[in-house]
């Protein structure tokens, strides 16, 4: 497995966990260390558990030396990063063919060569050339195989995943990837063999339809608001219909995270590249951008269309709960916007303020949620954490100065907080 971010680790330690042998590759000798010691460079519940029973029953190695890692391999997954490029949004595939090369050095005898990373559409061909000019002897197929693993519940969507894609056209690569994903058909886990290319663009599509869906509702919030209409009432109505289907339906502050943002805007740079732009999801883009950007206003006219010297009290900054990536998290277009209209933030999420505090200034990081509202005029749920949905809103108001809840992930049901004596505003609820 060459990476340990993200993707590569959690695959890593779920593939041993399937009873195969994994070896994780990372040029970042520190990471390496910390692995090996049992500590993980994310958050991500059950890893740690995961890796350390693995490393422990020796099916997990962690190394900066790919030599015999790759050596030894039936396959090898490329679980790189592929940032957006700075300036034009596309895929930064620079990491992807410098693993493709160093693969291309090392390996030895048939080598199935899996690109997990999200890459374009096309990025298979350009491997296979990669590794066939470096090594015009090797014996090898380049094989697509993307994830669909949410971050917070990755391990499951790993190990119980509703699909697993594999792009290849050769029977033999085909055979080495049915058996390192044996363990699935039990489960009868439907495993789509396409070409590469289509499996390429499988995954784009997805993230790309989950960001229009939410972004559909979101703008159905947006309307509830106008007609006094219940946005959650409407995700149900629609969602039981199975066509539509339920999930990603919940409206909010704009979509954040590692992923749709990056590959929503790789998805159009591809299509227009290819004189097939894919207008519903260039909408998309622009509208959740300046939906994130929106929501400052949202709060500003919660308290009365005037923040300055006012200090509001923020619950979550991760770009969803169960992880402490920050990654286009929507409180990173939010606390900026209420700092230059003169607001005071102090902030508590339970795992990204570390990282958080690298992104953003004049943040008081609070040790908890009603120290994070102390004296504050408004609390502003952004992350919708397990221990944000019970608070205790007798204490809550104490605490306050001002009783104004602004729920961007509506936890809380209106009717109830206002009988609370609260003024609270959500997301396309009145
Ligand atoms: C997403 C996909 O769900 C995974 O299938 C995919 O593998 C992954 O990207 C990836 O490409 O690696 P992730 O970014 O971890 O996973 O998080 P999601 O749970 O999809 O949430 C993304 C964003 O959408 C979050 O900001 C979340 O708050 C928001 N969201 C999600 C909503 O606003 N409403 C919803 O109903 C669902």
Redesign the pocket.
């Known amino acids: 497995m060459i990476g340990t971010g993200?993707?590569g680790l959690v695959s890593g330690a779920c593939f041993a966990d399937f009873g195969h042998v994994v070896t994780c590759v990372d040029k970042d000798a520190s990471k390496i260390e910390r692995l090996e010691q049992g500590i993980m460079p994310i958050y991500e519940p059950g890893l740690d558990q995961l890796v350390a029973k693995n490393v422990k029953e020796e099916r997990l190695f962690f190394t900066t030396d790919p030599a015999d890692a790759i050596k030894n391999a039936d396959a090898v997954f490329i679980a790189v990063g592929t940032p957006s490029r700075r300036g034009d949004g596309h895929a930064d595939l620079s990491y992807v063919y410098g693993a493709a090369e160093e693969i291309a050095q090392l390996m030895d005898g048939y080598t199935v060569v899996v690109t997990k990373s999200?890459v374009p559409v096309g990025t298979g061909d350009e491997v296979e050339e990669i590794i066939r000019k470096t090594r015009p002897d090797a014996e090898f197929a380049v094989v697509s195989n993307p994830?669909?693993?949410?971050?917070?519940?990755a391990i499951k969507?790993f190990k119980v995943p509703d699909r697993v894609v594999v792009g290849t056209e050769e029977e033999r690569a085909k055979e080495v990837m049915s058996e390192l994903y044996r363990p699935l058909y039990l489960n009868e886990t439907p495993i789509l063999f396409t070409a590469r290319r289509t499996s390429e663009l499988i995954?784009y599509a997805?993230?790309a339809f989950?960001?229009v869906?939410?972004t559909f509702?979101?703008e159905i919030a947006d309307l509830c608001e106008k007609v006094g209409a219940n946005v959650q009432e409407v995700s149900r109505g629609i969602g039981l219909d199975n066509r539509i289907g339920k999930?990603?339906?919940?409206?909010?502050?704009?979509?954040?995270?590692?992923?749709?943002p990056k590959?929503t805007l790789a998805l159009t740079k591809t299509a227009n590249d290819h004189g097939a732009p894919i207008r519903i999801v260039d909408t998309v883009v622009e509208v959740n951008a300046a939906r994130k950007k929106a929501m400052a206003t949202k709060i500003i006219d919660a308290m009365g269309g005037d923040v300055s010297g006012k200090t509001i009290g923020m619950l979550g900054l991760a770009?969803?709960p169960n992880?402490d990536d920050m990654r286009d998290?929507?409180s990173l277009d939010i606390i900026p916007a209420l700092q230059a209209a003169g607001a005071k933030v102090r902030a508590y999420d339970p795992e990204s303020m570390k990282e958080a505090s690298h992104m953003l200034e004049d943040v008081v990081f609070c040790d908890g949620p009603y120290h994070a509202i102390e004296g504050a005029d408004a609390m502003v749920i952004v992350t919708e954490w397990d221990q944000f949905r019970a608070l205790d809103l007798d204490r809550a108001k104490t605490m306050l100065n001002e009783n104004i809840v602004v729920d961007l992930r509506n936890i809380y049901a209106p009717a109830d907080m206002a009988k609370r004596g609260f003024k609270y505003v959500s997301v396309g609820r009145e």
Do not use: H, M, W
């Open positions: 993200y993707v999200t994830e669909f693993l949410r971050e917070g519940a969507d995954k997805a993230n989950l960001a869906k939410i509702i979101n999930k990603f339906l919940n409206a909010g502050p704009g979509y954040g995270g590692s992923c749709f590959d770009f969803k992880t998290a929507p």
